[in-house]
Structure formats: structure tokens, C-alpha cells
């Protein structure tokens, strides 16, 4: 069983079959695998960037963690496929088969694209307009993540990273945010009363046009720097218990009220 890249690669070209092969971890990016026969192949973490999969039978595999950014599956039979964690962004999924696919928690963008009538958004993915209510997402890497207008009511994102995320729009009522980080992050017109902000870090983000009127806890948040924070925000703010406000967050070591005061 071909375990090597350029392996894999002749052996596609060859037309043999690969079902069943396990390739975990395997470098694959931008290899012509077109037609590619890898049903219940094992490609857990695989680096598939911009791997050229048209028509290929994945169908039952396992790619949990695999990396598909910019991936043509034009046409792939993905019927079953675990796509648990993978990243898709800029992937071409057109006209690909995603029946039974598990894709929870997979990455996508703007740029990628899903084939006609599949309901990407209420798949478990997470991307612009993705419904995420009451997702378990506590400690997700969502570093730089497009979630521009995801719904995500009462989801559970207790120490995610969320620096520089674009929650545009989003709906955050009653998430559960604690511990996350928030730094730099685009919350322009986000709905979030009834959060719980306890020790969120929230230095430089973009707070303009925010809806809410109270939050769970802001116990020991840092809201330094926050852009488009509005005089009655702020005020709605202090209107916290004390002691939330005195409460000091954990990695800048400044309170709450301090916070507010710059």
C-alpha cells in the first residue's frame, strides 16, 4: 500500500485503487489526485491544500483535521466522509456528494463553494451565516474566523480564541463566553444581551452599533481600547454589581472598571 506522496500519486494515475489505505498525516498539497479511488481511506490531518480531488470516491473516509483549503472536489463522491475539523476555506465543493456527511466544526469562507440546495449552514460548520445555536465550542481556535451573521444563541464558547474574528451581525444572546479572547475582534452590530463576559478580553475590539442591555457577568472583562463603545453603552456597563466591575481579569491583571475608564 502506497504510503509516499509520489506513491499515492502514481498509484492514482495507474488507476489503482487506495480504499481502505491509510495515509494519516499525509503531504499531499497541490498533487493531481483526479479520480482518485480513497474510499474509507484513512486521511486523518492530511495537508490536501489545493489538491486537485475532481471526481475522486471518498466516500466513508476519514478526514478529520485535514486541511482542503483551496481542494477541488468538483464532482467527489464524499457520501459518509467524516470531515470533523476540516478546513474548507476556498475549497470547490461543486457538485460534489456530501450525503451523511459529518462535517461538524469544518472551517468555510466566503470563497468556498458547496454544491446547489445543500444546507451548509445548518451542518454543524462554522462560517459566515452559520447556525451555531448552543454549539459546543468551548476553546475553539476561531482566530481570524469569518462568523459575519452566524447564529450562534446560547452557544458555549468558554476560553475560545476568537482574536480578530469577524462577528459582524452575529447573534450572541446568553452565549457563554468566559475566558475567551476577544482581542481585535469585529462585533459590529452583534446582538449580545445576556452574555456572560466574565473574563473575556475584549482590548481593541470593534463594539460599534452592539445591542445588548445587560450582560450575565462582566466579572473581571477588559475592555480596553474598545472601539465604538458609545457613552450609554458604557454607562449600561457601569450599571454592573461592584463587584464584577472589581473583579480583576486574570491574564492583564486590570479590573473591569478600569478598563472602562480609558
Do not use: W
Not at 45 to 72: E, I
Not at 78 to 101: F, I, K, N, P, Q
Not at 227 to 240: C, E, K, P, T, V
Request: net charge negative; with cysteine; glycine share 10%.
Amino acid at each position: 500500500m502506497p504510503t509516499s506522496p509520489d506513491a499515492v500519486r502514481q498509484a492514482v494515475h495507474a488507476n489503482v485503487r487506495l480504499d481502505h489505505a491509510d495515509l494519516y498525516q499525509i503531504d499531499l498539497k497541490g498533487l493531481d489526485l483526479e479520480a482518485a479511488q480513497l474510499a474509507q481511506a484513512i486521511l486523518i490531518r492530511a495537508d490536501l491544500r489545493h489538491t486537485n480531488l475532481r471526481r475522486a470516491d471518498l466516500h466513508g473516509a476519514d478526514l478529520r483535521g485535514a486541511d482542503l483549503r483551496g481542494a477541488v472536489l468538483h464532482n467527489a463522491n464524499l457520501t459518509g466522509a467524516c470531515l470533523y475539523r476540516v478546513d474548507l476555506r476556498g475549497s470547490d465543493l461543486r457538485g460534489a456528494d456530501l450525503r451523511e456527511a459529518r462535517l461538524q466544526g469544518a472551517y468555510y469562507d466566503r470563497q468556498t463553494q458547496f454544491p446547489d440546495g445543500f444546507a451548509y449552514r445548518s451542518a454543524g460548520a462554522i462560517g459566515p451565516g452559520a447556525q451555531l445555536n448552543g454549539a459546543p465550542l468551548n476553546t475553539a481556535n476561531l482566530r481570524q474566523t469569518d462568523l459575519a451573521g452566524a447564529q450562534l444563541l446560547g452557544a458555549y464558547l468558554g476560553g475560545a480564541d476568537l482574536t480578530g474574528a469577524d462577528l459582524q451581525g452575529a447573534r450572541l444572546v446568553q452565549a457563554d463566553l468566559r475566558g475567551a479572547t476577544l482581542t481585535g475582534a469585529y462585533l459590529r452590530q452583534a446582538r449580545l444581551n445576556g452574555a456572560n463576559l466574565a473574563g473575556v478580553d475584549l482590548r481593541a475590539a470593534d463594539f460599534s452599533e452592539v445591542e445588548f442591555e445587560q450582560f450575565e457577568s462582566i466579572a473581571g472583562a477588559d475592555f480596553t481600547l474598545v472601539q465604538g463603545l458609545s457613552a450609554a453603552m458604557r454607562q449600561r456597563l457601569l450599571n454592573h454589581p461592584p463587584a464584577q466591575l472589581d473583579a480583576i481579569h486574570p491574564l492583564t491583571l486590570k479590573t473591569t472598571r478600569a478598563s472602562l475608564s480609558e
